[in-house]
């Protein structure tokens, strides 16, 4: 069971969770609860750490933040124990969960489920802090960088066998899209890895595309629920699980949107072997994400091309290609911030032709002007003007069928 | 160095601590530095616990509380790093501390300076969360207790072999009394261990009791100096050495008193074998602290007992010794909460006759009426109605050439 910040968020949230805990106890389950800070804390200790020093030292910045999952471990432990539930806490350095030693953004490299495992032969549930772990060789406590708490869950429950890894979230599952832009987005009850980890790439916030990953990896199912449930009497969720574990496949599962986009555009440039080399290297050396790659031959033998970055990248990535814009020789650049990425997923895309080509013609149908086209196996985007973002999603939603009844 | 909660209550007066720690390692010293935890955060920590079960387990207590001096540790590694200075945090477990396994309240059993000593080599600054450590078989963080972040400090000092202990408060220095009692008080240059023990027992509040024995046992020279002079010039403190050390040994060193006393007396005990036993077994083991323990043979072999316990304990005692009335036999009780003891500490009472004595004498011409007398072998204490404590006070402290020209 893993909880977030929110949930977590003062004593008498904690004592919520506790009940919750209690319940799956009460059902014969050994549990591990995996927590985050309560909401809040972790922003104030990182403005501490700026405070100190603008340039701060991610060493001890990870002593710092990782305070907050403490405290959140320990006073769940508490909680636990006072309805009866025997339960102790787990810190990153004594379960140990051991990373690489890129402080502030540690990757989990293996964990010792063995203390954990005896406490439950115990009966104790072990409360474990998120979102930290130690450095083997250094002793020295590091952090996975924000959202680490669902990947930790994901790890944890890999590492202790477990038959499922229950993310309460303040929301009760995953949806075909966000409920905010299309009111007849229905909760999917499972949904598959490949899919989620598409949905999560492309700007679903629900979980942490880490934490999927490793899920997929581990083959760890993760059921995604609400914390806001009567811990007596808890609703459903989404299941996230091995393709074989979905009965019905749809062809396309869910639409996912993402306005975080900028466009990009190089005219003219020389149609030579490496010039694509040569524009996205240095961005990627500035470690910008490039998305989105379309290239279209113009006269002459030149090439326009136009890619997407991040639109918090967009300003860098302008600078650094205006900087060689002679070495790589084009004609001129221009840019678009207002640019929404709509996606559609689903595994069933493997199986299906011309799944993407109805889009095209739903969306023309809509006077909806697509900017650029991108597909894999399973999902295919478009870039369109963001001005037409809940238009195209609502469009999509409803031409794949997964409009609530 | 150590600097207490009020001397690191936030990232700025955090940066001023740093400033402290940079003027002692630019004269040439290898420094480690204890702190507490951001002044009011212990507080708040504690309140959760007691808010998310009034009987908590106090091992998860010590992992809810050791996260503030966690969190002061790794802010202050950064704010020296900051100024130039090299600096790494060293948690309890980390250095490692470790204590016994009476969580909560927890003694230092060893501390490993190695880690700490291969850092200075490096030329780092050791900076280590103070009142805690582990527990070396479980592999538990234990606490302290409160005023542990005094006894980490002095711990550490022997444990690298440091040659002085400074603890920075919010005073600068031990005076010979309350100077809010009495105006002419005077900051000692030096004071013996055994001096500075006594009147930490005797409610002088600079310094816990437990810092100054370990200091004792170990030879710490522990320096209590102010942390709000200006860092790069910083005023005077009193130096806690042996006595040889001290060259002008007064037979008089100052002035203790307590106002958190109560006074007890049992009328017409049986005088026989075994009552003093009878009357204060049951008290400690209820962890109740007798102390000024008076008696006096009155009628037909009963005796009057008299003996003060904490104001806290008062009628807890006196429910406890209720029950016990048929069991030891005496007549009635008397109680009295409205007392205060007074205490003179000095070494030079060893060598010199009639130093109470003459204290007895001032007093009675002040109309102070002494309730009871306790000696030891270099101070003397007399329990006096509360209301006349400040003049008790500075009668002595005027009476033993104390008082600032």
């Not at 403490?70 to 339960?87: R, S």
């Not at 499972?190 to 990896?217: D, I, N, P, T, Y």
């Not at 993407?356 to 697509?370: D, H, Q, S, T």
């Amino acid at each position: 069971m893993k909880f977030g910040g929110t949930s977590v968020a003062n004593v008498e949230r904690i004592r919520n969770v506790a009940r919750h805990v209690k319940r799956e106890v009460d059902a014969g389950r050994e549990v591990a609860v995996v927590v985050s800070a309560m909401s809040g804390k972790t922003n104030e200790l990182v403005a501490w750490c700026k405070e100190a020093a603008p340039l701060y030292d991610q060493r001890e910045y990870d002593a710092v933040v990782a305070s907050g999952e403490q405290v959140t471990a320990g006073l769940l432990a508490i909680a636990l124990q006072e309805i009866g539930v025997p339960a102790r806490s787990w810190l990153g350095w004594q379960a140990p969960i051991y990373t690489s030693d890129t402080h502030g953004s540690a990757r989990i490299e293996s964990i010792e489920g063995a203390g954990i495992i005896e406490g439950f032969k115990r009966g104790e549930v072990a409360v474990v802090a998120g979102f930290q772990g130690v450095h083997k060789d250094s002793g020295r406590i590091t952090t996975l960088g924000r959202g680490g708490s669902d990947t930790s869950a994901v790890a944890i429950a890999a590492a202790i066998h477990a038959d499922r890894c229950d993310i309460y979230t303040d929301v009760d599952g995953v949806y075909t899209t966000d409920p905010r832009v299309v009111p007849k987005a229905r909760r999917m009850d499972r949904v598959a890895f490949e899919e989620m980890l598409e949905m999560a790439s492309l700007g679903a916030k629900v979980l942490q595309v880490r934490s999927v990953e490793v899920a997929m990896v581990h083959g760890v199912r993760t059921y995604v629920r609400s914390s806001f449930d009567d811990p007596a009497n808890p609703g459903e969720g989404t299941l996230i699980c091995n393709e074989e574990d979905i009965v019905e496949a749809q062809v396309v599962t869910g639409i996912a949107f993402s306005r975080d986009e900028a466009q990009i555009t190089l005219r003219n440039v020389a149609d030579k072997p490496g010039v694509a080399a040569a524009v996205f290297m240095p961005l990627s050396e500035a470690g910008i994400n490039v998305d989105m790659i379309v290239q279209v031959v113009s006269e002459k033998g030149t090439t326009d091309m136009t890619f997407t970055v991040g639109s918090a990248d967009y300003e860098r990535a302008f600078a650094i290609l205006d900087k060689i814009k002679a070495e790589i020789g084009f004609a001129s650049m221009a840019g678009e911030k207002d640019v929404a990425k709509i996606s559609a997923i689903g595994i069933g895309m493997r199986s299906h032709a011309g799944v993407a080509a109805r889009a095209f013609r739903a969306l023309a149908e809509k006077g909806v002007n697509i900017r650029a086209i991108t597909t894999s196996e399973i999902k295919f985007s478009v870039l369109i003007d963001e001005a037409y973002t809940e238009l195209a999603v609502r469009t999509l939603h409803s031409l794949y069928g997964l409009d609530a009844a």
